[in-house]
């Protein structure tokens, strides 16, 4: 995931990025119950910090006893959830059917493993080099930011190289020659 998020940082205005669940319970024993906490995070507007949360912390959640009361121990409060709305929401029949809706349609389109991406309609499943999602999206490299020399942040407007001067600098390589 951390290439899809520096596509993402680097692209995101040019393209819709939709997260869908894909729990896949077989080898991952929490993972369901991962989706209902990061849908019950979306719905206090946290969904991608406890998403963050859960990819960075998976060794110590993966085959811990979880339920609500566990998540919200490891980041409701620093998050600043409201402790009443998210363990309501985490049973609430609109967590449960979003999350079921995602793995039927991820079903539907094929996909078997994550993380898997769907670009212009080609389904990408592993870990996908960042090239490969600037070629199979079709985005336009960002441009260039111009940043003045003296670390200010406006331009002079001048494109003159700067003399370069110093010990170790002769002094003839300063001439432009």
Same mark, same amino acid.
């Not at 600043?80 to 998210?86: L, P, S, W, Y």
């Not at 309609?121 to 080099?129: F, Q, T």
């Given at each position: 995931?951390? +290439?899809?998020? +520096?596509?993402?940082? +680097? =692209?995101?205005?040019? /393209?819709?990025? /939709?997260y869908r669940h894909f729990p896949i319970t077989q080898s991952h024993?929490?993972?369901?119950?991962?989706? =209902?906490?990061?849908e019950a995070a979306k719905q206090q507007g946290l969904f991608w910090e406890v998403h963050d949360w859960l990819f960075e912390n998976q060794t110590s959640w993966a085959t811990a006893e979880v339920n609500v009361d566990y998540w919200f121990a490891q980041f409701g409060e620093d998050l600043?959830?409201?402790?009443?709305?998210?363990k309501s929401d985490y049973v609430s029949d609109t967590v449960r059917n979003a999350v079921s809706t995602d793995r039927s349609d991820a079903q539907?389109?094929? /996909?078997n493993s994550t993380p898997t991406f769907i670009?212009?309609?080609?389904?990408?499943?592993?870990?996908?080099?960042?090239? +490969?999602?600037?070629?199979?999206?079709? /985005?336009?490299?960002p441009e260039p930011t111009v940043v003045p020399i003296d670390g200010s942040s406006e331009g002079s407007g001048d494109t003159k190289a700067p003399d370069v001067t110093g010990p170790n600098v002769p002094e003839e390589s300063t001439s432009g020659q």
């Open positions: 995931f951390p +290439t899809a998020k +520096t596509f993402m940082e +680097t =692209y995101g205005e040019q /393209v819709n990025f /939709v024993p929490n993972a369901l119950s991962a989706a =209902y906490a990061t600043g959830f409201d402790e009443d709305q998210f539907q389109f094929g /996909v670009i212009n309609g080609k389904k990408l499943a592993g870990s996908i080099p960042l090239a +490969t999602f600037i070629k199979e999206s079709g /985005v336009k490299e």
